[in-house]
Structures are given as structure tokens and as C-alpha cells.
């Protein structure tokens, strides 16, 4: 079986990703990096 194509395999979407939100760390716009993040993720779950 292949991990990468199997069912209920999750990919965190880009902006949600640890690194793009690490990059925000410090600046004004980490607020609407985790909003992003987040919006993007329950997007992707149906949530």
C-alpha cells in the first residue's frame, strides 16, 4: 500500500504548514497566519 495515496491520508495545506507560521512568528501578521492556517485546514477536513 501506498502511504502517500491511502485512504484518510491528511495533508496539511501550505499556509498551514509549521514552517510558513514560524515565519510569521514575530511580525504583525501572525494573527492572520494562524486565521489562514486555520481556515485552510477546516476547509480541507469539512470541518
Known sequence: ????????LFFV???ARWSVIAK???TQSIGI?????????EKKTGA
Do not use: K, Q
Open 33 to 41: 497566519a494562524i486565521d489562514d492556517a486555520m481556515r485552510s485546514i
Open 24 to 26: 510569521a512568528a514575530h
Open 1 to 8: 500500500m501506498d502511504e502517500y495515496t491511502a485512504e484518510g
Open 13 to 15: 495545506p501550505v499556509n
